[in-house]
């Protein structure tokens, strides 16, 4: 089917090149004749292509709809919609960086309802049924958002079928051609085993890559790593394997290729272990000194390993864990590079991160910023929690009274007033998070800014020093908690964006004793944005980005929009699992009506600002599913 170039997109020699982060092409369908039903979109890209999902861009009369698809992890994607009735247009963004790129649509049409249930009930049947019942009522809304949830995510024990469907053959000469440069590149296997059992396998294996620089080397576990070393050349990449291990056809090549789009000393990749997938995030230094993040699947220059290496090093060290902590960067490549049985251990996790611990000396002085409208029983209880909790008494505490009449609320704000440390502002009038946060802000005299709703419950004792302590590093921006509902179950973990079409709370309704995804619930990690429920940030860097946007987002998504921003500037989001609260998600305000309707302003403008990074979180790998709130397969 032919793709035209539409927007940043030319071509040249025969390729495809973006000339931005968001290129589009036009699909060349007949998309009336499909209108108002549902459709089946299968598509392929290259295999050494960064992963990415594509969006899709409905053209209608009245605007546009971008649809996240899924992303094309083992060459092919496959996507089920519902095509609008007033649908005239289909435009598709393959690419989410400038440079070349390789991508074919390879068939699209309609898709009737017997297959399409039949799909989605193997997959998630009360979703299904859902969808049906929403249908005998009349709720054409309901009807498609079950049916697309249940078509859109794949649970991870149907791990197996779901890779079977998405891939292909390798085209070496076709949509999978390495680069000249990245064809030229030099890999040193060493591979821990017996070479007269395994030594064929691997020989084969080097002979079919279109890559000539492969070097095998065989190893003993406790064979010295340095003569191996000292085979190789400084841009050598290097990985340790056992004998039994088996790469992907196509890894050496994306190995090869992002080496030459993006040079670092080490690339990492996805693995199977014991046929689960391991999909990870992108480099996370904090998780990585936590968790085995880069696990078996990494590549790493050997002139690097040289230097990181300690002297006695021997082959079998590397195949734990390389030398990461002091690594200030390191490249993943989004695809599934090994499949193996020998697992990679987690890192010991210390109960205090360094971060977290204040060196010699009081610590700089926090400001606690707390928004609030009468609820006299929601602020008190979080008023108490705050004095129980806080060890620290260098810290004075801001409340924002947004226009409250209830008497009881007015004589308990005078009373807390009588605490040197608290302090009232006033705010009158409509309600717009954004403005009196930023008011409060300016008036601060911490060199922390903790903002914090009123319907919250402190319920760890370190909670201040453990925020304070890793917002006070250079490279970190903003700094989130783990939020519990009254239950204990999971309410805020982290934001993942395009989720929900914007952002949403991954994993939300877990138990609190779950460790989540990767272990995330469990270890501070990175991540693109937390709630400002709770949030802390050093004074400078917030007032460095403006603070929030209180004119384009005054009430939804200023949270998600500042930690993007900070983001942007080099300062890292992160969330600390060991601070823990309770959150009466939006207990002050009772409007029912659905933050679609209610904030559709703000959403657009959102999704419009940020449309490049919904596609793809850093931090949510991209083969994982953006339609439901559990871990599962696109």
């Not at 032919?2 to 940043?8: F, M, N, S």
């Not at 009349?138 to 859109?152: F, K, P, S, T």
């Not at 601060?444 to 453990?466: C, H, K, P, Q, Y």
């Amino acid at each position: 089917m032919k793709l035209t170039p539409l927007v940043d997109v030319v071509l040249q020699d025969g390729r495809t090149i973006s000339q931005s982060r968001l290129p589009w092409l036009r699909i060349e369908a007949p998309v009336r004749q499909w209108a108002g039903r549902w459709i089946r979109l299968v598509f392929e890209a290259s295999l050494l292509d960064p992963l990415t999902r594509p969006i899709l861009r409905i053209i209608r009369p009245g605007g546009e709809e971008e649809v996240m698809l899924p992303a094309p992890s083992f060459g092919r994607g496959i996507w089920i919609g519902f095509l609008p009735p007033d649908a005239t247009e289909l435009h598709l963004s393959p690419a989410d960086w400038a440079g070349p790129f390789a991508f074919r649509v390879v068939s699209l049409g309609r898709i009737g309802p017997l297959p399409r249930l039949a799909r989605g009930a193997r997959r998630h049947p009360k979703a299904v049924l859902s969808a049906l019942w929403a249908s005998m009522r009349g709720n054409r809304r309901v009807e498609v958002a079950r049916l697309r949830r249940a078509l859109g995510a794949t649970p991870l024990a149907m791990y197996e079928a779901w890779r079977i469907e998405r891939s292909r053959a390798i085209e070496w000469t076709g949509l999978d051609m390495p680069s000249p440069a990245a064809a030229s590149a030099r890999f040193r296997l060493v591979i821990i085993g017996d070479p007269s059992k395994h030594g064929p396998a691997w020989h084969d294996f080097a002979a079919n890559q279109p890559l000539k620089g492969i070097a095998l080397s065989w190893a003993s576990p406790q064979m010295p790593l340095f003569p191996l070393l000292d085979e190789s050349g400084n841009d050598d990449l290097m990985i340790v394997l056992h004998a039994d291990d088996r790469l992907s056809d196509f890894a050496l090549a994306a190995v090869a290729q992002r080496s030459v789009e993006d040079p670092a000393a080490l690339y990492y990749g996805d693995e199977e272990c014991d046929g689960a997938p391991r999909f990870k995030p992108d480099w996370s230094p904090v998780l990585a000194r936590h968790a085995a993040l880069v696990g078996r699947a990494w590549f790493a220059r050997a002139g690097w390993l040289r230097q990181a290496m300690p002297s006695g090093a021997t082959a079998k060290d590397l195949l734990f864990r390389p030398p990461v902590d002091s690594l200030a960067r390191a490249v993943h490549v989004r695809r599934i590079l090994l499949a193996t049985s020998h697992a990679s251990p987690a890192a010991p996790l210390s109960p205090l991160s360094p971060a977290a611990i204040t060196a010699g000396g009081q610590p700089p002085m926090s400001t606690i910023i707390i928004p609030t409208r009468d609820r006299a029983d929601l602020l008190s209880a979080c008023i108490r929690s705050l004095l129980d909790h806080s060890t620290q008494d260098h810290f004075e505490v801001v409340i924002i009274d947004n226009g409250s009449t209830e008497p009881g609320t007015l004589a308990y704000l005078d009373s807390v007033a009588k605490d040197p440390r608290f302090s009232i502002l006033r705010s009158p009038g409509s309600f717009n998070f954004a403005a009196i946060c930023n008011e409060a802000a300016e008036r601060a005299r911490g060199d922390m800014l903790v903002f914090l709703n009123n319907d919250t419950e402190i319920l760890s004792n370190d909670w201040l020093s453990r925020l304070t302590g890793w917002a006070r590093q250079p490279d970190i921006g903003a700094v989130g908690a783990k939020l519990l509902y009254k239950d204990d179950t999971l309410q805020h973990g982290g934001v993942v964006l395009g989720m929900g079409g914007r952002a949403a709370h991954f994993e939300r309704r877990l138990p609190r004793t779950d460790t989540g995804f990767f272990g995330r619930l469990s270890i501070p990690h990175e991540l693109s944005a937390v709630t400002a429920a709770c949030l802390a940030v050093s004074r400078e860097k917030f007032r460095g980005i403006g603070g929030f946007d209180q004119n384009n987002l005054p009430i939804d998504l200023n949270d998600i929009d500042l930690c993007l921003r900070l983001n942007e500037r080099g300062w890292r989001t992160l969330l600390d699992p060991c601070v823990v609260l309770h959150h009466h998600e939006s207990a002050s305000r009772s409007n029912k009506m659905p933050s679609e309707m209610l904030y559709r302003k703000e959403i657009g403008y959102f999704r419009s600002k940020w449309l490049h990074l919904l596609r793809n979180d850093p931090y949510f790998h991209p083969a994982l599913s953006l339609e439901w709130y559990k871990a599962a397969l696109g």
